[in-house]
Structures are given as structure tokens and as C-alpha cells.
């Protein structure tokens, strides 16, 4: 019962995130799938082996700048609602609402297939492993991971 507050009107959550915790969450949305899925295009395109690491490292500061504003947004703006409430009390309720529906239309499901995909296809890797697994497979596991 540590991180519940018990007040006269009602229980609620104690605000709290600890390092641990941060990390996780920072770690969870920015690396995703596209860790698993990039980098043999990332070491393609870069030439060489440490080429490549230079531009991991390069892109790993870049998202670490950008946990570290989302994480000072939060400290400034304590609201629930993530990037709604910033752009919310930044720009006002059209671009904020313009930025939820992207989100809930576009770039969140998008990203679920990316990750459903790159699931099935290193899953059927394993049954397949002198040729690429049937494409047509690959899609039906991807859609039965999504509908799970």
C-alpha cells in the first residue's frame, strides 16, 4: 500500500516515478521493433561496422534529447494526457485534437503492425531458416498476434 495516498474524499495513486521506472518506459517506446528491424539497412547503407555504430550512438543521443523534453514537459505540466495536454496548453484544443486523431488513427496502429510483423517474420525464421518464410504466413501470424 506504499504508493497509495488515502485522503478524506477519496484513494488515489501517488504521482511517482522513480528511475527504474523512467527508464523502462523511455526504453519500451523509443527502441520498439525497429531496433530488430533496421539495422541490417542502417549497416548497409553505412558502409562499414563502426560506421554504423556511430550513427546508432548519434541516433540514440538524439531520442535521449527528446525523453529527456518530454520528461521536463512533464515536471512543467503535470496533466494527464501526454503530448495531447502539452500541444493542448501550447497551441490550443484544434492542433491538439489534430494530433490525438493522428495518433489513434494512423501512427498508433501503424506502429502495432510493425511490431506484429516484425514478430511473425523472425518467429517463422526459426521453421525456415535457407529462405525467407512465405509472405502470405507472415501475415496471417502477424494478424492472429494483433487479434490476440
Not at 100 to 124: D, G, K, M
Amino acid at each position: 500500500m506504499a504508493d497509495v495516498e488515502v485522503s478524506r474524499e477519496r484513494v488515489v495513486l501517488k504521482r511517482k516515478v522513480t528511475l527504474v521506472n523512467g527508464v523502462s518506459i523511455i526504453v519500451g517506446s523509443i527502441i520498439g521493433s525497429g531496433v530488430f528491424v533496421s539495422p541490417g539497412g542502417v549497416l548497409q547503407s553505412a558502409g562499414t561496422p563502426g560506421s554504423a555504430l556511430i550513427i546508432w550512438a548519434l541516433c540514440g543521443v538524439f531520442c535521449l534529447l527528446g525523453a529527456l523534453c518530454f520528461g521536463e514537459l512533464g515536471t512543467m505540466l503535470p496533466a494527464a494526457g501526454g503530448e495531447y495536454a502539452y500541444i493542448l496548453q501550447a497551441f490550443g484544443s484544434v492542433p491538439a485534437f489534430i494530433t490525438l486523431w493522428v495518433n489513434v488513427v494512423v501512427i498508433r496502429p501503424a506502429t502495432q503492425a510493425v511490431v506484429a510483423l516484425t514478430f511473425a517474420e523472425y518467429s517463422l525464421a526459426l521453421s525456415f531458416p535457407t529462405c525467407s518464410p512465405p509472405r502470405l504466413a507472415v501475415v496471417v501470424l502477424a494478424a492472429a498476434a494483433l487479434c490476440e
